[in-house]
C-alpha cells in the first residue's frame, strides 16, 4: 500500500527537536519559526511535557467519557482562569476542524437555526460544516456544498448587517486573525460592531482562535485585544504542542443536554495530560509576555525591510508579504539557511514559531534574512 499522496512535500525529514531546534535523519539542523503550523507552543521536547506524558502513559493512556476523568476538570479550571473565561464550560475534541464543527452544532441547537455567517479568505478546517465555513472552493467537494453558509467581507458592518437582516442566522463565525489567507486582522471597531450585531440579530458569535490563540499574539487570545467576550470560543493547534486536542468554550448562557454533542477520543487522559503540561509551561515560563515582547523585536526589525511590502500580525503570529523580486525567499531561507518559516501562497511568509523563542535565535533570523536581500 502506498500514502494517499495529498500534500506537496519537501525532501526534509525531521527526526528529533529541542526547543526551537530540529535534526533531520542526515544529521542537519535547522530552527523551526513555524512550529508545524503553530501547533509547538512550548518548544520540541521541552523536559516538563517530556515527563507529564511520560508519566501518565505509565499509569493510563486512554479509556472512555462514559467514566470519570479529573484531568478534563482540571483542565477546563486551568483554561479558564488563564483565559479569562473561568465561567464558561469546556467541550473537549480532537482538532481545530472538530473544535469549529461542534461550535457550529452548538450554536444551532442554542437557536434553533440554520444558517452561518462566515468572512471571505476564512479557513476554519477541512469537516463538513467547517469546510463549508471556509472560503476555498478548491478544498469542498460537492458533498460540502450547502446553502447554509454565507461569506461577507472581513471589517464590512454593512455587508454584516445586510446579510444578518435576511433572519435564519445561528452564528458568525470569524477568526481572531485570519492565519491561511496571509494574517489578516479584524479592526477593534468591526469586533465591537460584530458583537452587537449579534446581539441585535439573536445570533451567537463563535470566535475561531485555533492558531491565533493560547499566548500567540500577546494576550491568551486575539480577540482581547478588542476587548470583546464571544460566546463560543474554538481552540486547538498550540493547545497540546503536538498531541491532537482541541476545545470549545461555550457561554453559560447556551445550556448542555445530555447527547448534544459526543467524542470517543477527545479529553482522553493523555491530550488533557498534554494540554495541562503547555499551560503549565507558558504560565510558569511567561510565554505570553516573551510572545509580545518578541512580537515586537520581529516588527522593529522586519517591518521596514526592504524586501517586505506589508508586515502584519501581531505578537508572534506574524505575515511579511514579500516584494517584488523576493518570491522565493522562503525557499531559500530554508535550503541555504536552514529556517522552517511558513507561507500564505508565494508572496506571504509567515512566521510562527514556539512562544519559546529566544532574541538569540530571532536575531540569527534577522541577520540571515537581511544577508538573502542585500
Not at 156 to 183: C, K, M, N, P, T
Request: charged share 20%.
Amino acid at each position: 500500500m502506498n500514502l494517499f499522496e495529498v500534500y506537496k512535500l519537501w525532501d526534509i525529514e525531521p527526526v528529533r527537536g529541542l526547543d526551537t531546534t530540529l535534526w533531520d535523519k542526515d544529521g542537519e539542523v535547522y530552527t523551526d519559526l513555524y512550529g508545524g503550523h503553530a501547533v509547538i507552543s512550548v518548544g520540541h521536547s521541552h523536559p516538563h511535557y517530556v515527563k507529564m506524558l511520560s508519566e501518565q502513559l505509565g499509569k493510563l493512556g486512554f479509556y472512555s467519557n462514559a467514566v470519570q476523568n479529573s484531568l478534563q476538570r482540571d483542565l477546563a479550571a486551568r483554561l479558564g482562569r488563564i483565559s479569562g473565561y473561568d465561567d464558561y464550560s469546556l467541550f473537549l475534541c480532537n482538532s481545530g476542524a472538530e473544535a469549529n464543527e461542534n461550535a457550529l452544532k452548538v450554536a444551532s441547537f442554542h437557536t434553533g437555526k440554520a444558517k452561518v455567517l462566515a468572512f471571505r479568505k476564512a479557513f476554519h478546517g477541512r469537516t463538513s460544516g467547517a469546510v463549508a465555513a471556509t472560503d476555498n472552493p478548491k478544498i469542498q467537494a460537492p458533498f460540502n456544498s450547502t446553502q447554509n453558509i454565507v461569506f461577507a467581507p472581513l471589517n464590512d458592518l454593512e455587508a454584516v448587517d445586510a446579510e444578518l437582516s435576511h433572519g435564519g442566522f445561528a452564528a458568525v463565525i470569524v477568526e481572531g486573525i485570519q492565519g491561511v489567507a496571509g494574517i489578516y486582522e479584524p479592526t477593534s471597531e468591526f469586533m465591537h460592531g460584530l458583537r452587537a450585531l449579534c446581539d441585535k440579530h439573536g445570533c451567537v458569535l463563535i470566535l475561531d482562535e485555533i492558531q491565533s490563540g493560547y499566548g500567540r499574539t500577546g494576550l491568551f487570545f486575539a480577540h482581547q485585544h478588542h476587548d470583546v467576550r464571544a460566546d463560543i470560543i474554538t481552540t486547538a493547534k498550540g493547545m497540546g504542542n503536538g498531541f491532537p486536542i482541541g476545545g470549545v468554550l461555550i457561554s453559560p448562557s447556551i445550556k448542555a443536554a445530555y447527547g448534544m454533542l459526543g467524542t470517543t477520543f477527545g479529553g482522553n487522559h493523555l491530550a488533557c495530560t498534554a494540554a495541562i503540561a503547555v499551560l503549565d509551561i507558558i504560565e510558569n515560563e511567561h510565554l505570553i509576555e516573551n510572545a509580545a515582547r518578541m512580537g515586537e523585536y520581529f516588527r522593529k526589525a522586519l517591518g521596514n525591510d526592504k524586501a517586505v511590502k506589508e508586515y502584519r500580525g501581531k505578537g508572534l503570529m506574524i505575515g511579511m508579504e514579500l516584494n517584488d523580486g523576493y518570491v522565493g525567499l522562503r525557499d531559500r531561507l530554508l535550503f541555504e539557511k536552514h529556517f522552517f518559516t511558513g507561507a500564505a501562497g508565494a508572496r506571504v511568509i509567515r512566521l510562527l514559531p514556539s512562544l519559546t523563542v529566544s532574541k538569540e535565535t530571532a536575531e540569527n533570523f534577522v541577520n540571515a534574512w537581511r544577508e538573502l536581500t542585500l
